[in-house]
């Protein structure tokens, strides 16, 4: 018998209990405040080059701010004190023939407000709520590829080319199929439009477009270019660690919006994005948050992270969060709220039929980087080089098919940043690895809540018949030695439990001095997330994304 020490995931859970973890409001845009070429953002003053579908504030102009936008007396959205302005690429069907339709919504667009904790310089850090006055863009109208990188993702952690912020960015985008017969597919799973033949024989129930906010913050307002002072942390819609420079946290806003694709589903064609984008690739919206003075600060307070005096973060109702039950609207003062179109591009045709986008936007579907220009050119249907194909893939499971939750695909460990060594850690008490269940599971501890997965490393069959002794994991009270791997968040009762998963050198003996030593083991996990949110009228739109993994 000879001892091979190596080193392996091994899963130590690390638990602290609080309130309110990874709260989230589901604000709900009943009402198309308007559909034009204005973006206060990019074009100030002028007519934009595309036409941008827009909730929220009906002082939204060409020239708006956040102080214009509070003077409304109406907003599109669900919370009467919102006067914030959310606006997005809009999605149009192009017939063989180049005729060009304006493809509708399905039940308004939802702006998720999510408070996901993130490390920043070592330290786990909850969200504070976004001041007035903060401008920033999501994605870019130009860009027509995925920049080379891996499609699917990869397993996080992402490293490399995966882990930068242009990459990111492009994860940020999501195209998720719906079918309200199959289970769901994970959010942010596919970062390309699907072709049509794929919609039509896939998405009998439409399309939803999906578009989330980077939430570290370098504490300006706005940048040039409306974007660089903000970034993503390095899971993206699972947190992670936001990058040097951007020592604040913000509100993670996540927007969903379903289109009604299939619609068109017995005509030949393509769709194409209001910026001239068959490909997907170039989706992007804005936002420029304008809330009354004190209530998005108040609703932090109340009904955030690290404060909710019971489940109001965790269920998604607007409506439970006191501050924000005192100014809901109906839907029918939701779609009363109508901006005023400036002359300027009062003449567009938006909805159609019309044989150019509005605006007269070229259509490119790359690969090349899109350039702004007028008229038709570009293919009908992308290049199959440009827009790959994805199966059809669900995502985790949730609870109530008829809640709106969001999903997110199985995958391995996100956060890398090493923890805090104020961090108790309760090691797992035994352990054991097995060449006919070839893994090796982790026992959790008896305290955690029974809702919590079971986190284990997958090991590959020994050849040998023998059974392999695993020490147990010692325990290691300087947690900021330790390489995090993932995290993992479970709710019981009113509290919430994070079980964080590092990686830590244990001792494998096997039979014989010449034996194999066992392959390196990967760390798994299952985490949901986002559960029981909002249930409402349009509850079966949302049954098709259940029980996220955030």
């Keep these: 018998m000879s001892s091979i020490a190596r080193t392996v995931a091994a899963a130590i859970a690390i638990f602290s ?10 604000l709900q845009c009943e009402g198309i405040a308007g559909m034009a070429r204005i973006d206060p953002l990019v074009n100030p003053g002028k007519a934009s080059s595309h036409m941008h579908t827009i909730k929220g504030s009906g002082a939204f102009s060409p020239s708006s701010t956040a102080a214009d936008l509070l003077n409304s007396n109406c907003t599109s959205c669900q919370v009467g004190a919102d006067h914030s302005a959310y606006w997005t690429a809009g999605l149009y069907f192009r017939d063989n023939s180049g005729t060009l339709t304006a493809v509708p919504e399905i ?29 920033m863009i999501s994605g870019d109208p130009l860009q027509r590829n995925f920049s080379g990188l891996s499609v699917p993702d990869p397993p996080q952690p992402w490293t490399g080319k995966d882990a930068t912020q242009a990459a990111l960015r492009q994860k940020a985008i999501g195209f998720n199929c719906m079918n309200y017969q199959a ?79 299939n ?59 006191p501050v924000l039950n005192q100014t809901l609207q109906t839907v029918e003062e939701q779609q009363s ?22 605006g007269n936007v070229k259509i490119q579907a790359g690969p090349g980087y899109a350039s702004y220009g007028t008229g038709s050119g570009g293919p009908v249907v992308p290049p199959s080089s440009v827009v790959p194909t994805l199966s059809y893939t669900a995502g985790s499971s949730g609870t109530n098919p008829e809640d709106g939750n969001i999903f997110v695909q199985k995958s391995t460990a996100t956060i890398t940043q090493p923890l805090s060594s104020s961090t108790s850690v309760i090691t797992t008490s035994e352990a054991a690895v097995t060449t006919s269940a070839a893994s090796v599971e982790f026992v959790s501890s008896p305290s955690l809540p029974s809702s919590t997965p079971v986190v284990a490393t997958s090991v590959a069959p020994e050849t040998s018949s023998s059974i392999a002794a695993v020490t147990s994991a010692p325990a290691n009270s300087d947690v900021s030695a330790l390489s995090t791997l993932t995290t993992i968040f479970s709710t019981s009762g009113q509290e919430a439990f994070e079980v964080i998963v590092v990686e830590q050198e244990i001792t494998v003996t096997v039979p014989g001095a010449g034996a194999t030593p066992l392959p390196a083991a990967k760390v798994k996990r299952e985490h949901e997330h ?13 049954q098709h994304h259940l029980g996220r993994n955030y």
């Excluded at 909805?351 to 509005?358: A, K, M, R, S, Y």
Aim: aromatic share 10%; with cysteine.
């Design 17 to 26: 209990s609080f309130h309110g973890t990874n709260a989230l409001w589901r």
């Design 107 to 135: 039940s308004g667009h939802i702006s998720y407000y999510k408070y996901t904790p993130c490390y920043i310089n070592g330290v786990l850090t909850y969200p504070s709520a976004m001041p007035n006055g903060l401008q």
């Design 183 to 261: 289970q769901p597919e994970p959010s942010l799973f596919r970062h390309f439009l699907p072709e049509k033949s794929y919609l039509d024989a896939h998405c009998p129930d439409g399309l939803r477009l999906e578009l989330l906010f980077p939430q570290c913050w370098n504490g300006e307002l706005d940048s040039p270019d409306h974007k660089s002072h903000l970034a993503f942390p390095s899971a993206t819609i699972n947190g992670g660690t936001c990058p040097p420079g951007y020592d604040k946290l913000i509100n993670q806003i996540f927007y969903e919006t379903i289109f009604a694709t």
């Design 263 to 321: 619609t068109f589903a017995a005509q030949e064609g393509t769709f194409v994005l209001s910026d001239g984008d068959p490909t997907g690739y170039g989706y992007h919206g804005d936002i420029i948050v304008a809330w009354e003075e004190g209530v998005l600060d108040q609703a932090t307070q109340m009904c955030g992270p690290d404060t909710s005096p019971s489940d109001i973060g965790f269920s998604g109702i607007t409506s439970s969060c």
């Design 337 to 358: 709220c109508q901006i005023s179109i400036p002359d300027m591009v009062s003449s567009d045709n938006i909805h159609g039929p019309v044989n150019e986008l509005p």
């Design 530 to 542: 986002l559960v029981n949110h909002q249930k409402h009228k349009h509850s079966r739109r949302h």
